[in-house]
């Protein structure tokens, strides 16, 4: 692994060679930079949470997402069912990239591609545009119609990766499913396609009934949970994932706090990344930035790697 400190404080650190003040980012689709952004005005920019910024997953196609409900509260989570609603590339490009190319910090821009074809599409449109520092293929997203889940399967991630590497210059990051047999198999297999990084963990499948019906509650019949309920099993597959490959790891799953996040620096990520904990509180990055920053140095927690 790199010898980069993860927590570099005041110094900033580098994540696939794209300078980041540090190591806190958003997990994709947690965070709405643009309905912040009214709602706060520049002061966003000021006190923005994250030291660099995924977008909500973006398809070829615009799509309406799931029927709702598309939430259930769990002890300790969130099951969610949205369905990748998105503008499709046309629309992302020309509608949410300029608003998102404001924000202070670089911008990671999130794909899901139906297809090989589709995905070789939006790497190559996304990577085009100066604005995107790095890209994250998604294929680990439990909420689609298919179930299929590229990223379940190794060979199935190193070909959607081989096929899009050549397509651009800009660090590729390939975010993991847990709702694989072996995750750090598929780590492996995404590092010897090409990825630059790979990010998880992405939502575990889960489901709720409606407490009359005992019909499922969400629309979508199944979604994926997050929260502090799965950051045990996250922090074991960052664990596990670094331990197997030398790309850089991002690592997210439950963190709330952070102690949390110099729990997954010290299992061996990069960076780390908040999820649902900006439902509850949309300044939690930035909290959580700072109690990491009040850890530097006091906890040997912070070994390079
Ligand atoms: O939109 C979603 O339902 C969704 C996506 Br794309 C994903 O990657 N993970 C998730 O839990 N939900």
């Known amino acids: 692994m790199s010898r980069q400190s993860p927590v570099a404080g005041r110094q900033g650190l580098d994540l696939c060679a794209v300078a980041l003040r540090g190591p806190v980012l958003n997990g994709s689709g947690t965070f709405d930079a643009i309905a912040a952004r009214r709602a706060f005005g520049d002061a966003l920019l000021e006190r923005f949470p994250f030291d660099a910024f995924v977008s909500k997953t973006i398809t070829l196609a615009p799509r309406e997402g799931n029927p709702p409900p598309r939430l259930w509260e769990t002890p300790a989570g969130l099951i969610n069912s949205i369905g990748l609603p998105n503008k499709g590339l046309d629309g992302f490009l020309a509608g949410d990239l300029p608003q998102l190319a404001e924000l202070p910090v670089p911008l990671v821009v999130s794909v899901m591609g139906f297809s090989r074809d589709e ?20 294929v680990s997203c439990p909420n689609v119609e298919t179930g299929l889940v590229m990223g379940a399967d190794p060979a199935e991630t190193a070909a959607a990766v081989e096929r899009v590497r050549p397509l651009t210059a800009k660090p590729v990051i390939v975010k993991l499913t847990p709702n694989a047999n072996e995750p750090a198999g598929v780590a492996e297999a995404a590092e010897s396609a090409g990825a630059d990084a790979v990010s998880l963990i992405n939502t575990l ?8 019906t005992r019909r499922p509650w969400l629309g979508g019949g199944t979604g994926g949970v997050s929260g502090p309920a799965v950051r045990a099993v996250a922090l074991e597959q960052v664990h596990s994932v670094a331990g197997r490959v030398s790309i850089p790891v991002i690592g997210m799953g439950g963190i709330a706090s952070g102690a949390h996040a110099a729990e997954f620096l010290a299992a061996g990520a ?23 920053t009040s850890l530097v140095g006091a906890s040997l927690a912070f070994q390079d790697h």
Do not use: Q, Y
């Open 119 to 138: 995905l070789a599409t939006l790497v190559e449109r996304v990577g085009e545009r100066d604005e995107v520092a790095m890209i994250e293929l998604n």
């Open 205 to 212: 499948k889960g489901m709720a009934l409606h407490p009359g």
């Open 270 to 292: 990069r960076c780390v990344a908040v999820g649902t904990e900006s439902f509850r509180d949309p300044s939690a990055g930035r909290r959580i930035g700072a109690e990491l």
